[in-house]
């Protein structure tokens, strides 16, 4: 989608630290880390939000999306101590940008419930 953040990332139309690549998802480093490995997990193609992942495609994409942030999560060390991923949906839960994007989150103790 030509206006969308997260497209131009998959487009290599701005700059990001890629941790991974897959055809249909990329791993990429926050450009604002909330944890000491901060990374965002999106689908190559525009999806707006997870509610939008919807019908057998939309459920085929998630699970994809959610096996491979595991695998990334993995290969970035955060295995042993543990890690969070979650994705923010509208604006009670803060999203700012709109792509689908499933944030992994490790490094440090994560408190919650979520503020
Ligand atoms: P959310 O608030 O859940 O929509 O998450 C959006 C995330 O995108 C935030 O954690 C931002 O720090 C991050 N972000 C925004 N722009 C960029 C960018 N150009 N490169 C990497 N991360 C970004």
Same mark, same amino acid.
């Given at each position: 989608m030509a206006d969308c953040l997260f497209c131009k990332v998959v487009a290599g139309e701005i700059? +990001?630290?890629i941790a991974r690549r897959t055809a249909d998802a990329v791993a990429f480093y926050d450009i604002d880390p909330k944890a000491p490995v901060h990374v965002l997990v999106i689908p190559t193609r525009h999806v707006p939000a997870v509610r939008n992942a919807v019908g057998p495609e939309g459920e +085929?994409?998630?699970?994809?999306?959610?096996?491979?942030? +595991?695998?990334?999560a993995?290969?970035?060390?955060?295995?042993?101590?543990?890690?969070?991923?979650?994705?923010?949906t509208g604006p009670d839960a803060g999203q700012s940008v709109d792509h689908l994007h499933l944030h992994v989150?490790?490094?440090?103790?994560?408190?919650?419930?979520?503020g």
């Open positions: 700059p +990001a630290r +085929a994409l998630l699970g994809r999306l959610l096996a491979f942030s +595991a695998e990334v993995t290969e970035l060390g955060l295995d042993e101590r543990g890690y969070r991923i979650v994705t923010n989150l490790g490094g440090r103790r994560l408190g919650w419930p979520p």
